[in-house]
C-alpha cells in the first residue's frame, strides 16, 4: 500500500488588526488601471496516450531508469529460449505485433480507454519500452520501472520463466500494462493477486489471456488524464522481482513489488 506523507496543517489566528489582502479603489473612467490577462500555456497535443517501443535505442529515459546500454528486446536470452533462436525479422513483427494487440486487449477488457501506439512517428505522451540486457540502477532485480507522468521499461530478461512464445508474449503484454499503469498515475491496489494491479501477482495471472486490473484501479485510472506529463517526480515500481521457482510451478509468482513500503511514487502537488 502506498502512503503520501501530508505536511501537517497548521491554523495560525489572525492578529486583530490584519489588513485586508485586497484593497478597491474607486477610480474614474480616465484613470483606470490597465489589466494585463495571461492565458495559461497550452498543454502538449498528442495523438496517442502512450508509445509501445520494440525497436533498438535510444530509449527515452534510458540514462535514469536502466543501466548499460540496453538493448532490442529480441536479443534477450529470454526471447531465444522459448524461439530456440534469435527470431527473424518477421517473427520479431509477429511477436510486437502480439504484445501490442493484447495490451489493448488488457484494457479494453479492463473498461479503462486508453489510445495506444507502436508507431515512432505517432506523438505520444509516455513511452513504454522493452529492452534486454539493461536493469534498474537502484533495483537490479526489477522487472519493470516506470516514472508517473513520463516514461517507463520492461526488462523482458526477468521474465525468463515463460515456457513457450506465446506465453512469453502475454506476460509481457500484461508487464507493459502493468507498467503503463504507473505512467498514467495508477498505483498498487488489488492486494489478493488476482488483478494486475497486484504488488504480487501469480504467474499464472500474468499469463492469463483474461486477466485484468481491479475494481479499485480501473475506478483510480478512470479519474486520470492519461496524457499528463511530468505531473511525478520520480516513480519506481520498487523491488519488482520473480520468484526463482521455476514454471510450470502453480506458486510461481510474479513479484512487481516485494514490500509496499519498497515501492515509492512521488507526486508533485499544486499549490492553490
Do not use: C
Not at 55 to 69: E, I, K, N, R, Y
Not at 114 to 123: G, I, K
Not at 241 to 251: D, G, I, K, Q, Y
Request: proline share 9%.
Amino acid at each position: 500500500m502506498f502512503r503520501t506523507s501530508e505536511p501537517t496543517a497548521v491554523t495560525a489566528s489572525a492578529p486583530a488588526t490584519a489588513q485586508p489582502l485586497m484593497t478597491s479603489y474607486n477610480l474614474a473612467p480616465s484613470q483606470a488601471m490597465p489589466v494585463t490577462v495571461v492565458s495559461p500555456p497550452t498543454a502538449p497535443a498528442f495523438a496517442a496516450d502512450a508509445y509501445i517501443k520494440m525497436d533498438s535505442g535510444p530509449f527515452p529515459s534510458q540514462a535514469q531508469l536502466t543501466t548499460a546500454d540496453p538493448k532490442p528486446w529480441y536479443e534477450s536470452p529470454a526471447v531465444t529460449q522459448v524461439f530456440q533462436h534469435t527470431p527473424t525479422s518477421t517473427e520479431q513483427q509477429a511477436f510486437t505485433d502480439a504484445v501490442f494487440r493484447d495490451v489493448q486487449k488488457t484494457f479494453d477488457k479492463s473498461g479503462v480507454p486508453v489510445t495506444l501506439t507502436n508507431q515512432a512517428d505517432v506523438s505520444a505522451a509516455h513511452t513504454l519500452s522493452v529492452v534486454a540486457g539493461a536493469t534498474s540502477p537502484s533495483v537490479p532485480e526489477a522487472v519493470g520501472m516506470a516514472v508517473v507522468g513520463g516514461d517507463g521499461f520492461s526488462f523482458i530478461d526477468k521474465l525468463n520463466y515463460a515456457s513457450s512464445v506465446e506465453e512469453l508474449e502475454q506476460v509481457v503484454a500484461h508487464n507493459i500494462s502493468h507498467e503503463l499503469m504507473h505512467t498514467f498515475g495508477g498505483e498498487h491496489h488489488d492486494t489478493t493477486g488476482q488483478y494486475l494491479d497486484s504488488a504480487v501477482t501469480p504467474w499464472a495471472v500474468m499469463a492469463d489471456p483474461n486477466a485484468v486490473f481491479g475494481p479499485d484501479s480501473v475506478k483510480e485510472l478512470l479519474t486520470r488524464d492519461f496524457r499528463a506529463v511530468g505531473q511525478g517526480v520520480y516513480a519506481a515500481d520498487g523491488q519488482e522481482v520473480l520468484s526463482p521457482t521455476p514454471v510450470p510451478e502453480p506458486t510461481t509468482l510474479a513479484m512487481w513489488g516485494l514490500a509496499a513500503s519498497a515501492a515509492v511514487i512521488l507526486r508533485r502537488r499544486s499549490a492553490a
